[in-house]
């Protein structure tokens, strides 16, 4: 059975700091990018940071460059986002996932497969 349980969120002043944990598992970690996306209220769903299956590659949304870090655990199938300088603009229900394309014949053929949390929030208010 495939489990996502993110925590750390909570309410930060701005300008302050808080750091997310993602808990995985019921799937092979290591074949899979793992991310965050997070959904204000009114808003869609937004990419924040992703981190290739090897933590080779890191991504980050422009409005989060420099003030967040992502990290994965390979070890424990966990990853982590560093948020630091945050803003009211960061206030939103963050959520944890996984994806990856799985081969899943002799031919080749594959199947996209992701997985996601049920989400923590952040509240970044003075």
């Known amino acids: 059975q495939v489990q996502i349980v993110e925590s750390g969120g909570g309410l930060v002043q701005p300008g302050g700091s808080l750091r997310l944990s993602c808990k995985t598992s019921?799937?092979?970690?290591?074949?899979?990018?793992i991310g965050w996306f997070r959904q204000a209220p009114g808003k869609e769903r937004e990419g924040v940071s992703c981190?290739?299956?090897?933590?080779?590659?890191?991504y980050y949304a422009d409005s989060v460059k420099g003030r967040f870090t992502i990290s994965r655990d390979n070890a424990k199938n966990t990853v982590s986002l560093q948020m630091n300088s945050l803003k009211p603009g960061d206030t939103a229900v963050y959520y944890c996932?996984?994806?990856?394309?799985?081969?899943?014949?002799?031919?080749?053929?594959?199947?996209?497969?992701?997985?996601w949390g049920q989400g923590t929030q952040v509240t970044v208010s003075s």
């Open positions: 019921g799937f092979p970690f290591d074949d899979y990018a």
């Open positions: 981190a290739s299956s090897s933590e080779l590659s890191k």
């Open positions: 996932y996984a994806k990856a394309r799985i081969v899943v014949n002799v031919e080749g053929a594959s199947v996209e497969r992701e997985y």
